[in-house]
């Protein structure tokens, strides 16, 4: 198996180019409360993912991804994945 180590000047210009959950969101557009519906999710918890003040779980990264898509593709917009998004992902040994 071959592992390429991306230099770190690349590292910096790819989080550069995440994108803000919030303006995605926006720009779709999509109100907080619509997106935690279709999610699944409580409307805190959008905003809170949004505000970065705590961590997300993967699978809540997952739901509010999925979402996003399914009105992406109904716009005929590109989909997104869970890694362009900017956010804090909470660590596996966080949730021990």
Do not use: C, H, Y
């Not at 180590?5 to 210009?13: A, F, N, T, Y």
């Amino acid at each position: 198996m071959r592992v390429t180590v991306m230099p770190e000047k690349d590292m910096q210009e790819t989080e550069q180019k995440k994108l803000s959950l919030k303006v995605l969101r926006s720009s779709i557009p999509l109100t907080q409360k619509k997106l935690a519906e279709l999610a699944g999710l409580n409307e805190r918890t959008v905003t809170e993912v949004e505000r970065k003040t705590r961590p997300v779980r993967l699978s809540t990264a997952f739901s509010i991804v999925e979402a996003i898509n399914k009105i992406l593709e109904s716009k005929q917009r590109p989909l997104v994945t869970v890694q362009e998004i900017d956010w804090t992902l909470l660590n596996a040994e966080e949730l021990a």
